[in-house]
C-alpha cells in the first residue's frame, strides 16, 4: 500500500469521527472544517509516518489534539480547500442537537487535564490505553485521572442540581 | 442518568450522525483529495517544468538569441527583499531589525528552532505563520524570545515525558542576536528563565502568556 493509499483509507475510515471531535471542541461548527483541513494538511505531510491499522486513528487524534491546541492559542486559519465543508456544518448547526447547558458547565468549571480525559472516553468513547497514546501519557496515570474527573464531574452535576433545586 | 451518561448525551454532534451525512462524506473526500493534490502539484510538477525550462533554455542557446529585458528571474526579485536590515535598535536592544516578510526567513527559523526542543509531534508552524506577515519588521532578540515563548506554551500544553529534561536544555539556551559590533545581545526578558527551570513556574508563565493570552511578544514596525 503507497503512503497516498494509506493516507486515503485513514482519512475515509476516521474522518467523520475527527470531524465530530473537532466540532464537540470549537465554539463554531464551521471552524471545525479549517481545523480539519489543517489536520489532514499535517497528516499528509507526515504520511511517512503514519502507522499502520488502528494506531493511525490515535496518530490522528493526537495531530487533531495539537492542532486544537494551536488553534486555542491563536486564530482559526481559513482553508480555501474546506470551504464546501465549512458551509455545511454552518447549515447543520442552525437545526443541530440542543446541547444540555447543565453538563456543559460542569464539564467548563473542570480543569482541562479532567476534561480532556472525561470527553475523550465519553465522547470519542476511548479506553484507557487509547487515550494514554494520544496524550503520550502511561496507561495508569490515565485511570487515575480519569477515576479523579469522573468524581469532580459528579461533585460539579450535584452542586448544579442543588442549586437549581 | 449518572454522570457519565449525561456527559455522553451533552455532546453536540454525534459521530454516526456526520458519517451516515452523505454531504458530510462528500466534503470530507473532497478534502482529502485536495489535501493531496494541493501538496504534490508542486512536486510532481517540478520535472516537466524543468524539462520544459531546459528545452526552452536549449532553443534559445541554439539560435544565439539572449533576451535582457524580459521578466526579473524570482531570485532576484527575492533579494529585493534581504532578511537582515542592516539597522540595528539602540538603548537597551542593540540587535538587527530583521524582514519578516523576506524569503530568508524560513531558513533563519529553521537555525534558530533548530536547538529548541518541542514536544513530539508538535512543530512550529503556527510560530511561522505568526511571523511572516510581510511588510514588518522585528528585532531579532525578540524574533529568538518568541521561539523560547513559543516553546514554554508547547510544554505547557503537551507535557510529555520528555518535560523535565526539555525544560533543563532550555535553561541552557542562550539567544544568538548579535549587535552592530558583532557582540552577543543579551535578552531583556530575564522572567523568561524561571519557567525554563521550574514545572511550578512554568504553569504560571502559562497562566499569562499561553493559550488565549499568546501574543507574539516585542515591537513590529
Partial sequence: MTGEQRFEAAVRRDGPALLGYLTRRTDAPEDAADLLAEVFATAWRRVADLPPG???????????????????????????????????LAARADGGDDPDDRVRDALRALSDRDREVLTLTAWEQMTPAEIAVVLDLDPGTVRARLSRARARLRAALEKADARAG | MNSYDELRAAARTGDGALAADPEVRAALDELAG???????????RAVPILAAAAATAAVLCGVAVLQHDGPRPAAVTQRASPLRTGTFGGGADGSEWLNLGSPGLPAYLDDATARVPLPSGTGWTALRRQFASDGERMQETSVQLNIVRYALCAWHDHPGPRIDNALKELTEWRPTARGAHGEIVPPRDPDLLRPRADRAALAAYAAAQCGTNWRLAGARR
Fill in chain 2, 34 to 44: 485536495r489535501t493531496m493534490a494541493a501538496r504534490r502539484t508542486p512536486r510532481r
Fill in chain 1, 54 to 88: 488502528d494506531e493511525a486513528r490515535l496518530w490522528l487524534y493526537g495531530i487533531a489534539r495539537r492542532t486544537l491546541a494551536n488553534h486555542r492559542r491563536g486564530r482559526v486559519r481559513r482553508h480555501r480547500l474546506a470551504a464546501r465543508l465549512r458551509e455545511h
